[in-house]
């Protein structure tokens, strides 16, 4: 069974009991008289127990072969933890085998192959190659579960894992171009080298777009970066036929979204402005989301076999915004019925902020937001399917515009506004959230 190790960090809220007053009661409100009666009670957000309570999940997902799980901030145990369980469920019942992350793309290959194969070290990765809200305890006890799943003879279908992201980069995709060029046409590998010089890493750490100063170059040096790896990818794809004839299909797809990748990072270092940042910059932000959901789509369609696939990423990313094309709606657009969006929200409490480090606390959810009437319903932990909302004041509800509250990894309001139905097919409630528990 793929369990995860338990760990004694003493929580500063209870999930499924609190010292904190519930909100207001139902009442008459036909809202939340629905929800509470629509609603599936979860036991606990902690893995490792009975999954009897998940199993309304199986009819919630259907047939779907990618299920986005949210988080309405990356600094929030009850988040963390529930969705670990819900991966757990969705692999062991569902038959789901691969585990994809919000993270970088090449980053992240250690990480699979310890997953994959037991080589190194889960806590060295995490620190080495993650980004800082997924250096936690948390994490590390879903690697470590996965590694324990796949070590496990009697399970015949192993669980991957993917970053998806391409924000940062490492030696390690500029390698695998390079690399796999050596192996099928050697005369090309010094003039891809050329090509890359000047952007390559210099060390096998993940450098970050914001971070090395590329975004700070002058424009035309950025654009000309961009071209190279234009030039490269497109390289690849003109010999595809060739190149897969003395080598795989396998092979030779790894080695072209190494490439795709790599071009992928210097487009959004060209969208975002000397001294901005991809937080700052409206373009590189939809970029981003594009390339992230790109990238899904590789695992799903060329990467992995019969893949089905778990996404962890932000609410902001996971939900089908269509106004701002995030991931969730080029998904959507892609899969239709076949991507399910799970978004999680919470009601009041804690969690962990980065720049630097500190659990920042939030109070009740105001009048009139999404969370503040999930709340009413007066459930500690829920799941709920959205899809299926009576016409009159539930449908009105769901359709909204109502408020959504999130927060970003530095604390920031990241607020949606709009239609909840529209965005999610179910949600995952937890009235009071906590702090993530950061590796030291």
């Not at 190790?5 to 010292?19: I, M, N, Q, R």
């Not at 629509?38 to 036991?43: D, I, K």
């Not at 932000?314 to 701002?324: D, K, T």
């Amino acid at each position: 069974m793929l369990r995860q190790t338990a760990f004694a960090l003493a929580l500063l809220v209870s999930c499924t009991s609190s010292s904190a007053p519930p909100p207001a009661d139902s009442g008459a409100d036909p809202v939340a008289q629905w929800i509470q009666q629509q609603a599936r009670p979860l036991t606990t957000v902690e893995p490792g127990a009975s999954d009897a309570d998940l199993e309304p999940l199986q009819q919630m997902v259907g047939n779907a072969t990618i299920v986005g799980l949210g988080e309405a901030t990356h600094g929030t145990h009850e988040f963390f933890a529930v969705k670990s369980r819900i991966l757990e469920f969705l692999v062991e019942r569902m038959g789901f085998n691969t585990f994809a992350l919000e993270n970088g793309w090449a980053a992240s290959q250690p990480m699979a192959r310890y997953v994959a194969t037991g080589q190194g070290n889960a806590s060295d990765w995490l620190a080495q190659d993650f980004y800082g809200a997924w250096r936690t305890q948390e994490f590390l006890d879903v690697f470590e579960a996965l590694r324990q799943y796949n070590a496990d003879p009697s399970h015949t279908t192993q669980v991957q894992f993917a970053g998806i992201d391409s924000w940062n980069v490492t030696q390690s995709a500029f390698d695998a171009v390079t690399g796999f060029l050596q192996t099928v046409d050697p005369p090309q590998v010094a003039n891809v080298q050329a090509l890359y010089a000047g952007f390559r890493p210099q060390n096998p750490s993940p450098t970050f777009v914001d971070y090395d100063g590329f975004s700070a170059l002058p424009q035309a040096t950025k654009l000309q970066y961009q071209a190279n790896a234009q030039q490269v990818y497109d390289l690849l794809s003109s010999r595809q036929a060739a190149y897969e004839s003395r080598s795989s299909k396998s092979a030779f797809q790894m080695a072209l979204q190494s490439a795709r990748v790599i071009l992928q990072y210097t487009t959004l270092g060209v969208l975002i402005p000397a001294g901005g940042t991809l937080f700052t910059s409206a373009s590189a932000n939809t970029k981003r989301d594009q390339f992230m959901a790109d990238n899904v789509e590789w695992l799903h369609d060329q990467g992995i076999a019969n893949a089905r696939i778990v996404l962890w990423a932000h609410n902001v990313h996971i939900g089908r915004l269509s106004a701002s094309a995030s991931m969730g709606t080029f998904l959507s657009r892609q899969y239709q019925d076949g991507y399910r969006p799970v978004g999680l929200s919470f009601y009041q409490g804690a969690y962990t902020v980065l720049g630097p480090p500190h659990p920042e606390s939030v109070p009740p959810a105001g009048a009139g937001t999404y969370n503040d009437t999930l709340a009413s319903a007066n459930l500690p932990l829920y799941a709920l399917d959205i899809q299926q909302t009576p016409a009159g004041p539930v449908t009105d509800w769901a359709l909204g515009p109502h408020d959504l509250i999130n927060y970003g990894v530095g604390g920031q309001d990241l607020t949606m506004r709009g239609s909840i139905s529209s965005w999610y097919d179910v949600l995952v409630f937890v009235r009071d959230m906590t702090p993530s528990h950061l590796l030291p």
